[in-house]
């Protein structure tokens, strides 16, 4: 795939980090963290530097870790119009947070890539609290040929790649087939690859496990390197505590409605299923 992981074929990529729960109880540690420090600033924008990264010259710890350094730094330092952040309705009564609480348990982004092989590529990340789901997925949709080949004039997603990194691990490849019968019309399809341990779910590490696991080995490829931190800062940082509109959203659903706006040109978000 690495030869179609670039501007000229790629439309767009989404992450989500969906969670179907609320802060269970850490009011008063969340409205000192609030999302984006909490998942975006680390997580999310780790999953951002393996995808748009180049290929390490090898697969040592230090050389991964100095490609994800390298694509951070061209990643466009965020502003708040290309953020939508949002509060989960209820989140104000939990114990440890204030009645009028500004804080983010929802936000949404739109990064760019300035490098050669993503500019002008957008990276919509998306991560909340009492969502409708618990879920982290990467979706990245691949651009239309100049024909369409079926009876359809607007398909409702073309070619694409998905990601489910947890809780269960898939890896798909998403495209369009002839629907069965005399028509020309053209349905999804769907080849994943699913990953099954062999001691089934009870032997799958847990993220702490297998961090634990790769220090006593002496694997630092997981673990965040100083510069690496700070790039991720940097992206984030203007936003943080700037000024932007919070939208309330109803527990259970996907987020605040006005998030849809931000991937409007792409056709709207990729709903994990």
């Known amino acids: 795939l690495e030869p179609v992981f670039n501007r000229h074929y790629v439309e767009n990529v989404q992450i989500t980090m969906a969670e179907s729960f609320g802060v269970k109880g850490r009011g008063k540690f969340y409205e000192e963290t609030g999302v984006i420090r909490d998942v975006i600033q680390n997580h999310l924008l780790q999953v951002v530097s393996y995808l748009a990264m180049e290929a390490p010259s090898s697969t040592y710890d230090e050389a991964i870790r100095d490609e994800q350094a390298k694509v951070l730094r061209t990643v466009r330092p965020m502003s708040t119009d290309r953020m939508v952040r949002g509060q989960f309705r209820g989140y104000r009564d939990e114990p440890g947070v204030s009645k009028d609480s500004y804080m983010a348990t929802y936000a949404a982004l739109r990064l760019y890539v300035d490098s050669w092989r993503w500019e002008g590529v957008p990276f919509y990340v998306r991560a909340g609290k009492s969502l409708k789901m618990t ?12 024909q369409v080949v079926f009876s359809e004039p607007t398909p409702s997603v073309g070619n694409y790649v998905r990601f489910r990194l947890s809780p269960q691990v898939v890896i798909a490849l998403g ?13 999804p399809v769907e080849l994943s ?27 630092a490829t997981l673990f965040a390197r100083q510069d690496v931190v700070e ?25 605040p409605a006005q998030a849809d706006k931000l991937v409007a040109d792409v056709g709207g978000w990729n709903t994990p299923q």
């Open 135 to 146: 879920t982290t997925e990467v979706f990245i949709e691949f651009k239309n040929p100049p």
């Open 175 to 187: 495209a369009r087939a002839k629907r069965p019968g005399e028509g020309m019309a053209g349905q």
């Open 193 to 219: 690859v699913v990953e099954r341990g062999e001691q089934g779910e009870a032997g799958r590490m847990d993220a702490y496990e297998r961090l634990l696991g790769d220090a006593m080995l002496g694997d």
């Open 231 to 255: 790039a991720a800062w940097a992206i984030v940082d203007p936003v943080i505590h700037g000024p932007s509109p919070m939208f309330e959203y109803e527990p259970g659903s996907w987020g």
